[in-house]
């Protein structure tokens, strides 16, 4: 199945909820679950937030389904954009802004204490990096590099320019990039 198909079975899905049909908002939610969840735990790094935040943007995606306009967006960005917008609800009600990626546990075959030990420590320094970043720059980077959305798809979730898009991308990536040669000029990791 191609890429437009999938977006005319969403809409079918969409449709059929509409009128009822609660087995095809159920086949989006199977469809979407996980993605919705991963996109939501790499925001908040929290399991249990990110579960229960998953369940209010199928929630609030099923009460709102009469407002989604397939001529607008696809049926992902506009779940996504509910997503996106629950997580900064939930930042702004907590006044936290949690680490972007979790460490990855799983190690290499192979992999000596040692490298284990770098690989580790390169990965916390780079997540507390991406927490130095603004909310919306860390938002951006997301969706683009873990959802390949394009540009014009984030902008519609974000609610901003495709240029805007393209500024918070470039300025995040300037900035990571400033942190890590200043880690390097100073000799740390």
């Not at 790094?45 to 369940?55: H, I, K, S, V």
């Not at 209010?56 to 779940?79: G, I, M, P």
């Not at 990965?123 to 394009?150: I, V």
């Not at 901003?160 to 880690?183: D, G, H, P």
Request: glycine share 2%; aromatic share 12%.
């Amino acid at each position: 199945m191609n890429e437009k198909d999938h977006f005319k079975e969403d809409d079918k899905w969409v449709q059929q909820a509409l009128r009822g049909e609660m087995d095809a908002f159920d086949s989006l939610v199977r469809k979407y679950m996980n993605r919705v969840y991963f996109l939501l735990f790499r925001m908040i790094r929290n399991p249990q937030d990110a579960e229960d935040l998953t369940q209010e943007c199928f929630v609030k995606a099923y009460h709102h389904l009469q407002d989604y306009d397939a001529k607008r967006s696809k049926f992902s960005t506009w779940l996504m954009k509910i997503a996106v917008n629950l997580c900064i609800d939930e930042f702004r009600r907590n006044k936290k802004v949690p680490m972007l990626h979790v460490v990855e546990e799983l190690t290499h075959e192979h992999e000596t204490p040692e490298s284990l030990y770098l690989r580790k420590e390169t990965y916390e320094n780079y997540a507390y990096k991406l927490d130095q970043l603004p909310a919306n720059y860390r938002t951006a980077l997301l969706l683009r590099f873990y959802e390949n959305m394009s540009y014009q798809e984030i902008a519609d979730v974000m609610g901003i320019s495709t240029t805007s898009v393209r500024n918070m991308l470039y300025q995040a990536r300037q900035r990571l990039r400033k942190s890590q040669e200043e880690v390097q000029a100073y000799g740390m990791s």
